[in-house]
């Protein structure tokens, strides 16, 4: 009830002080996809991860946060529903290579002691790495739904992966080896 009655009056606050306030929520809007459908989800040519779909917004994040989702994006491409977190240290050639390709030009060392961070069973980089990519495609995908395909879940002990369906993924050469 009082969400209702807040939506009307945002709506009547709207429309009373702008001509069109289409404008004004376009405008309000940008840059976020706010109801829709499962778009493609592609890491174009930079490395960089966007929505072709939705006007080529990029969902951005550090540069191995980056890393860890495009290896979860190429998993899912290839069919596998995932990780089990606990075996990631079974990635940590792939991530190196992906990683090279993210950042490239990061020093061997600085690469070596990120992924060996994200790779420690003791440690808990990992999990926070998955909530900081959940949290930036939530800053773009703002239809709780429809975020929930793009982000990385699992329940634990038992494999995280994105819900995407695999023909919406598109990976450049460098990432499949095709």
Known sequence: ??????????????????????DLMQELLRGKV????????????????????YDEMEIEMPAMCRTLYVLFMKLRKQG?????LRNIEDYRDEIISIYGLVKPGASDKRVERSVKNLCSPYGDTLNQMISRINRCIRSVITDKDLSRDYCITGE????????LDPQYIE???????A
């Open 80 to 84: 596998d529903a995932g990780i089990v």
């Open 34 to 53: 706010v109801i829709g459908h499962p778009g493609r989800l592609l890491v174009n040519g930079n490395l960089r991860v966007v929505l072709p779909d």
């Open 171 to 177: 990976l450049p050469r460098a990432i499949t080896g």
């Open 156 to 163: 634990r002990g038992q494999q995280y992966g994105i819900g």
């Open 1 to 22: 009830m009082a969400l209702e009655r807040i939506r009307r009056q945002i709506v009547n606050y709207i429309t009373k002080y702008h001509d069109d306030p289409k």
